[in-house]
């Protein structure tokens, strides 16, 4: 069989194979398949082959990552064509043959390296190039470490684009659309660019460690933000010039292809909720299940201290502390879904990835993959980084009033707790789900304290064992507090645009005798990572309070002083600051508000065919008492249209609504999304998005 044989032609039966394997999202014209599941294809010679059958036995297959298989980063494997295959390893079946054709049924190891891919077939001394094809984690098969059970749940955290990351405050979560794209043109080169790139970075280049997820989530991770060649730059607040602010992005398709378009120089600028779904979106389209996590009242850059501390001037006005430990007011991360062969069976299943940088006793650096389990249980030397994760979501914050006479003194009433609210897009839905009872016990339970304590434990084994600088510091305990005086704070957590803030304070005496108070009420604009904007507004009250009695304060404040900022960051912070004149002890109450609706909406006609004309309404209601002015409406939509449109509206009147028409010739059926955003001079970045159904042709 060697001499004479050529072939005529080798067809891939990519849609075929696409879908079975499904990849047919990603491409159409190439052949794109997943580990450990047989794919067939369908060799054609240019004459009959049964008198070379004898020679079967030096026929062959031969796969390989690269055109120099000799080299240590590239890949070769040979094996041959026989008549049952085997499903462990590489291997090639005859299912069916004619005169002039072999259709054969080939099969991956579970545990190939994933990659791009060269068919070779080997017929007696020559070689014969069949064609190229990409292999991806699957977890639709059991024997792959990244296998998921529940089609639901794979058809969320593979295959959906449309996703959902949670912002705001732990009492008024906003939920903002992001467009994975994942399967978008040219998407899975990019995201095999990356990963290359992350390997060099990290100097771990054996093509071998491409077949662990763990191994590929680290190389990834390192490339968002926390090394020379990321593909982020992180936003330091109010750094927008020559870039685009974080939230502004809609998706991660523009963002990854302006990385390559520039010749690999980092994209300009993003944030932790930036990071996550760009990680978010590579992660999915290499096959490992992932979805973007987001926990309020985040303690970051802890070194994983269980104790983090806030300071505030005397007026209530929080203080900037550098790059310092901060608590954010939330912060967005990644879960990745697989069993993880070098640890317990235990810690399999979700495992926490933080492509944020932070500072950890190896420097600058993004954390994980930690396994969820073992941040819950407190088990804090488990690798990667669970002792980071867990000092992030279980540190108490202990409050400080900075005195005019440069002295420190505790602020009482307002110990704040970590790790609140720590939420998901829910599987099929876009509502919100709570994890937190993936991550930690009911706060105050006894085990909680038992957690603790071992965490407690291991770090301080960890820090005596080890070299590390890494200082961890004990489980903190609450400053004696003087339990006399209570403040009560209440105020809407979120707003309607228009709408005036409405605190309410209730001061309780319970001394046992009359007191003299001073207290002062502010409103300050901040970044969602601690750092303070802007002190927007204040007022002070001075009253005596009788014994056992309760003073009421009911105060207004037009949206007028903070709207410029609220529409900027969507995020302000309501404190009562109250001394007592007696004492000199003080108290801190405080409460974040943010934006909670968009004042665009989307409709959509009842009935759009793929490949037929179609129309959606934008609406546009400005519900202030004062023009909208310079507003621009950014449009975009997997399947819908191509690329992100922009229509200019400029000026919207007061109580008014503006109308537009959005022209689409849907080219994808089933669930599709429509995400608009606004940005005028009053707002900035409002999003609003329309899920609907396209029939097939």
């Known amino acids: 069989m060697g001499q ?20 047919e999202e990603i491409s159409t ?4 398949v997943r580990r450990g599941q047989p794919f067939t294809i369908t060799v054609s010679f240019s004459a009959p082959v049964h008198n070379y059958l ?3 036995k030096k026929t062959f297959l031969i796969v390989q990552t690269g055109p120099h298989s000799s080299r240590a980063d590239e890949i070769q494997i040979e094996f041959p064509i026989s008549s049952l295959g085997d499903q462990k390893q590489w291997s090639a079946a005859v299912e069916e043959q004619d005169p002039n054709s072999w259709t054969l049924r080939l099969t991956t190891p579970a545990d190939a390296s994933i990659g791009h891919y060269t068919l070779l077939l080997h017929a007696s001394r020559s070689t014969r190039f069949l064609g190229n094809f990409t292999l991806l984690f699957n977890p639709w098969c059991r024997d792959d470490v990244v296998f998921l059970g529940n089609e639901a749940q794979r058809q969320e955290y593979i295959l959906n684009q449309d996703g959902i990351i949670y912002q705001g405050a732990e009492n008024a979560i906003l939920a903002q659309p992001w467009d994975f794209s994942q399967f ?3 998407m899975v080169d990019i995201c095999f660019i990356l990963l290359a790139r992350g390997e060099r970075s990290q100097r771990e280049q054996d093509p071998a460690q491409r077949k662990n997820p763990v191994h590929v989530c680290r190389a990834v991770a390192a490339m968002l933000n926390c090394n020379e060649f990321r593909i982020l730059t992180e936003c330091e607040p ?14 991660s398709s523009p963002i990854l292809h302006q990385w390559i378009v520039s010749n690999f120089q980092p994209v300009r600028y993003g944030s932790c909720w930036v990071f996550a779904a760009v990680l978010c979106s590579v992660l999915r389209c290499l096959g490992i299940p992932t979805r973007v996590v987001t926990g309020f009242t985040w303690a970051h850059n802890t070194k994983s201290s269980l104790s983090v501390d806030e300071y505030y001037d005397e007026d209530g006005t929080l203080l900037t502390q550098d790059n310092s430990a901060r608590l954010w007011t939330f912060h967005v991360w990644n879960e990745c879904w697989m069993a993880r062969t070098d640890l317990l069976p235990q810690y399999s299943g979700w495992q926490a990835l933080d492509a944020t940088c932070q500072e950890t006793s190896k420097g600058l650096s993004f954390c994980g993959p930690a396994p969820v389990h073992a941040i819950k249980e407190g088990d804090t030397q488990v690798d990667y980084d669970v002792c980071y994760f867990f000092a992030a979501i279980n540190a108490k914050c202990h409050v400080w009033i900075h005195k005019a006479d440069d002295t420190l003194k505790p602020a009482f009433g307002s110990t704040k707790y970590t790790g609140n609210n720590i939420s998901t897009k829910s599987v099929g839905s876009e509502r919100c789900e709570d994890i937190t009872q993936n991550y930690k016990y009911p706060e105050g339970s006894l085990q909680e304290k038992k957690v ?6 291991n770090m301080r084994e960890l820090e005596t064992t080890t070299s590390s600088s890494t200082q961890f510091i004990s489980i903190p305990t609450a400053v004696e507090e003087p339990v006399n005086i209570f403040i009560h704070f209440q105020s809407s957590s979120s707003l309607q645009l228009g709408q005036d803030i409405t605190l309410s304070t209730e001061v309780f005496n319970h001394s046992g005798r009359e007191k003299t108070i001073h207290l002062v009420l502010g409103i300050q604009a901040l970044h969602y990572n601690g750092v303070p904007i802007a002190q927007l507004w204040k007022e002070e009250f001075h009253f005596d309070l009788q014994c056992d009695s309760v003073n009421n304060l009911q105060v207004s404040v ?26 000199s002890y003080m108290y801190l109450e405080q409460e974040e508000i943010s934006i909670c609706d968009c004042p665009v909406t989307i409709e959509f006609p009842e009935n759009m065919v793929l490949y037929e004309p179609s129309t959606a309404k934008i609406s546009l209601q400005n519900p202030l008492m004062e023009p909208l002015e310079q507003c621009v409406i950014a449009v975009t939509g997997q399947g819908l249209i191509h690329r992100q449109r922009n229509y200019r509206l400029g000026s919207v009147q007061a109580e008014s609504t503006q109308e537009l028409q959005i022209f689409f010739t849907p080219t994808r059926a089933g669930p599709r999304r429509l995400t608009a955003r606004l ?13 609907t159904n396209i029939a097939a042709a």
Not at 679 to 691: D, E, G, H, Y
């Open 4 to 23: 004479g044989l050529s072939i005529q032609k080798c067809d891939f039966m990519i849609p075929e194979n696409n879908k079975n394997h499904h990849t």
């Open 29 to 32: 014209g190439r052949l794109i």
């Open 54 to 56: 004898q020679q079967m």
């Open 184 to 186: 978008e043109e040219d």
């Open 238 to 251: 109010g750094q927008h010039n020559n870039g685009t602010p974080p939230s502004k992005w809609l998706g």
């Open 452 to 457: 603790l304590d071992k965490a407690y434990r």
């Open 558 to 583: 037009p949206y007028t002083w903070f709207i410029k900022e609220l529409g900027k960051n969507h995020l302000l912070r309501l404190t009562a600051v109250l001394r007592d004149e007696d004492s």
């Open 679 to 691: 940005s005028c001079l009053q707002l900035q970045n409002l999003k609003s998005c329309r899920t």
